[in-house]
């Protein structure tokens, strides 16, 4: 095609449309598939919100989720939980309380400390017709499991295309709290090796409620990643706890500005309001998106619509330099065409490139933290208007 480019002719024409009909067909057999199409898709489920009353009560985020798993378990027998402590504990953090109980061992139960043979026991469940979801205690003990879920099950109707699926949703939480082992949020490696899954990271716990809701409705599999220093914070419970859905791919602005966006997930959202918070007592008005799932990523553009509005961006996320926030920094500067709103470079804020460490202390210094997003979009505003915002530092 190169050596032919300024020829103008019927036969170089034909040739054109023969490039675009095999880059068609090469597409459909090659690259089809790695997600489900149709009325089955998780991202064609209907989204029903949540609805409250005066008599809505207000509880802890794991008596949310503990009422969200009681209505599942009670709407749909194919449906069951297990993973460590899950069964007559009800998890180490007790959204499975009183489960096992009530519906038997058989549908809430233990397992050994043996994450790859979890999700294994998932799969082959869900390839007979059950619902399970399997719970990894900690994201940092997803990496026992990394291979089954990337070779086997993230793969699975890719490589079958379309011919089997297997509907596993894999239960986790991480983030900010408790030190080395059990804090980590290595989003950058999921993110590669689990396409073929969906990846959902909700703030709080009435939002993963939702996200569970949706996946039961569809057929696909998932990773949903909760937050782990969310379960003592107190949350409304709706009323429909067991009906209402959050749709995947779809954005949650938290917060309207119109100076500077904010793009975040998980427990930086609380991190990235209150900054905003902050910002504003000295002029300063930033958005505050919650981008919800990372897999699939903002699949209307509403990051980049507020974009337009603000011209400037950082993305905030707890994973080390170079992971999760560069791929949101791709999806919409790249790929939205975010790149041509832009009046100043776009940042990220990581974690440190260690292990988190220990204690508050050491989750304040190895996390993003209040004062490093105020300054990162101060400085920012800073560069159109020095005057108006003097050096801190």
């Avoid at 026992?144 to 490589?159: E, F, N």
Wanted: charged share 25%; net charge negative; proline share 6%.
């Amino acid at each position: 095609m190169t050596l032919t480019r300024n020829e103008h002719s019927p036969t170089r024409a034909a040739l054109v449309e023969w490039v675009k009909q095999l880059e068609k067909e090469s597409i459909e057999r090659y690259d089809s598939h790695l997600y489900l199409q149709g009325a089955r898709s998780a991202l064609n489920i209907e989204e029903i919100k949540p609805v409250y009353s005066d008599a809505s009560p207000t509880l802890y985020g794991f008596e949310v989720l503990n009422a969200c798993f009681d209505a599942a378990l009670a709407r749909e027998p194919r449906f069951i939980a297990f993973g460590e402590d899950v069964g007559r504990l009800g998890d180490v953090n007790q959204a499975f309380r009183g489960l096992q109980d009530k519906y038997g061992p058989l549908r809430v139960s233990d397992t050994g400390i043996r994450e790859a043979t979890i999700v294994g026991q998932a799969i082959g469940m869900a390839l007979r017709g059950l619902r399970p979801l399997a719970e990894i205690q900690y994201l940092d003990y997803l990496l026992y499991a990394l291979q089954i879920l990337s070779d086997d099950l993230a793969s699975l109707l890719w490589r079958t295309k379309g011919g089997q699926i297997a509907p596993v949703i894999v239960r986790t939480r991480g983030h900010r709290l408790e030190g080395i082992w059990h804090s980590g949020s290595p989003m950058g490696a999921i993110l590669h090796l689990l396409r073929g899954m969906h990846v959902l990271v909700p703030r709080d716990m009435t939002c993963a409620a939702g996200f569970y809701n949706t996946l039961l409705r569809a057929e696909e599999p998932a990773l949903v990643i909760e937050v782990l220093n969310g379960y003592r914070i107190r949350e409304r419970l709706p009323d429909n706890i067991g009906e209402f859905t959050v749709p995947l791919g779809v954005p949650e602005t938290l917060r309207a500005g119109s100076d500077i966006t904010l793009v975040t997930y998980g427990a930086c959202c609380r991190i990235a309001l209150e900054a905003a918070n902050l910002l504003s007592e000295v002029g300063v008005e930033a958005e505050v998106i919650d981008v919800q799932s990372l897999l699939p990523f903002d699949i209307h553009g509403r990051i980049l619509e507020s974009l337009k509005k603000t011209s400037r961006i950082i993305f905030i996320d707890e994973d080390m330099p170079g992971g999760a926030t560069a791929y949101m920094l791709q999806e919409v500067i790249e790929k939205q065409g975010g790149y041509y709103w832009l009046d100043a470079p776009p940042r990220t804020l990581t974690a440190k490139p260690h292990r988190p460490a220990y204690g508050s202390d050491g989750d304040y210094w190895s996390k993003p933290n209040v004062e490093q997003v105020f300054d990162a979009a101060y400085e920012m505003m800073r560069e159109v208007d020095p005057g108006a915002y003097p050096e801190l530092y």
